[in-house]
């Protein structure tokens, strides 16, 4: 078996205006961490079918690392205030205790499972856009394929 991870490498330049108002919204969330233990501050921005964004940031506590993740956090949201609603992508962005990120990173293993139960529960995929503050970003087109062979509800039946 071999699997593969289609991640799309582009210069923030290319990036539709959507794509960049989404990970500019989660770049201002990133004020909004609390990481008071790691400092590492991790944020995220989703679009939902209807236009609206809804941003979320990685939350720590004094059990560190008990937390929950920026990614966690939005989906959270969005699953509490407009339940059914469609997520069509996210921007997840970080900074780390010292400067800014030198490239894009992916979500956790947590998170990973969180989008490919988002993309179940809503019955569609929805888009990833990867980046630190600056430099290149990764685009996913698929939140799913981040977690190939992933444990879904349907193997609860």
């Known amino acids: ?3 593969q991870v289609p991640i799309e490498v582009v210069e923030r330049a290319k990036l539709s205006a959507s794509q960049r108002e989404l990970l500019e919204q989660a770049i201002g969330a990133l004020a909004h961490a609390h990481a008071p233990y790691s400092g590492f501050r991790v944020a995220a921005a989703v679009r939902l079918a209807d236009g609206h964004i809804v941003t979320g940031t990685n939350q720590e506590n004094a059990s560190y690392p008990v937390g929950i993740c920026a990614e966690r956090v939005a989906l959270s949201v969005v699953n509490s205030i407009a339940p059914g609603a469609r997520v069509l992508e996210m921007a997840v962005t970080y ?9 894009p990173l992916a ?9 490919v139960e988002q993309h179940v529960r809503q019955n569609a995929a929805l888009g990833l ?3 630190a503050e600056a430099g ?5 087109e698929s939140a799913s394929d981040l977690l190939p062979l992933a ?3 349907s193997d609860l039946d």
């Open 1 to 3: 078996m071999n699997i």
């Open 95 to 103: 900074r780390p205790s010292s400067g800014t990120g030198h490239g």
């Open 107 to 115: 979500p956790c293993g947590m998170c990973r499972q969180a989008l």
């Open 151 to 153: 444990f879904t509800p």
């Open 129 to 131: 856009v990867l980046a």
């Open 136 to 140: 290149p970003v990764w685009l996913v």
